[in-house]
């Protein structure tokens, strides 16, 4: 299967600290995708990092991709409360297949 | 449209009762997605397609479930003889072109309730 597994399955920190997440997969793949979702809505398209970059930032989120180790980070610096949401990753299209996310609280 | 949408926004069933959850993708997108989502999960993968083609149902829970997009833009999932354990959001999503570096969008789900 090409289904992202996220670590850790919660996480709870303070206004203003960093936050990682982990994503591990099991197939090859050439790239991969994370998605945010916030509590009764559909999930938000963040980052994709191809399978030739190892790091790729996008304002307050930073993604490494190690292909040898089939894992993947994001981490989102200085968080805020806004950024309390639930964290997806997803190998490549066409099929798109998700795991159980990251919950991310932020605490103001 | 400006993104996908998704309707009705909720949808309480007796159990028994068929339903029919609609998703308008965006306009020009080839691959669209269903997912099921239950309280505290993350989204379950039903089935996808690439214009009317349904390429992959292996998600579908039971023979129950059903999904067609026949003229390749707008799509509908069925429910026949629904149960309690449907009870959950079914999101929709589309994307571009369905190749491998294009993202996909959602639509903000329907909740369904069966009673």
């Known amino acids: 299967s090409q289904q992202g597994e996220e670590d850790p399955q919660a996480l709870s920190i303070q206004e203003g600290e960093n936050a990682t997440m982990n994503c591990s997969y099991k197939t090859s793949i050439n790239n991969l995708q994370w998605y945010r979702q916030n509590s009764g809505r559909g999930l938000v398209h963040l980052i994709l990092?191809?399978?030739?970059?190892r790091e790729k930032h996008s304002g307050r989120l930073r993604v490494t991709l190690d292909t040898s180790k089939k894992s993947s980070s994001l981490l989102i610096t200085a968080s805020r409360a806004a950024d309390t949401a639930s964290y997806f990753c997803a190998p490549p299209l066409p099929k798109l297949v998700f795991g159980k996310g990251t919950k991310l609280t932020v605490n103001p | 449209g400006a993104g996908v949408s998704q309707s009705p926004r909720y949808k309480v069933a007796k159990r028994g009762q068929d339903v029919a959850l609609r998703c308008d993708p965006i306009?020009?997108?080839?691959?669209l997605f269903w997912y099921q989502q239950a309280l505290g999960q993350g989204p379950e993968f039903l089935t996808y397609?690439?214009?009317?083609?349904?390429?992959?149902k292996s998600g579908l829970p039971s023979d129950r479930f059903f999904a067609e997009r026949p003229e390749g833009s707008v799509s509908t999932l069925k429910i026949q003889r629904t149960q309690q354990e449907d009870s959950a959001v079914y999101l929709c999503?589309?994307?571009?072109?369905?190749?491998?570096?294009?993202?996909?969008?959602f639509g903000q789900g329907t909740r369904l309730t069966v009673v």
């Open positions: 306009s020009g997108h080839v691959s």
């Open positions: 990092i191809r399978s030739n970059e």
């Open positions: 999503a589309s994307s571009r072109d369905g190749v491998r570096n294009t993202e996909a969008f």
């Open positions: 397609f690439q214009n009317e083609a349904q390429l992959d």
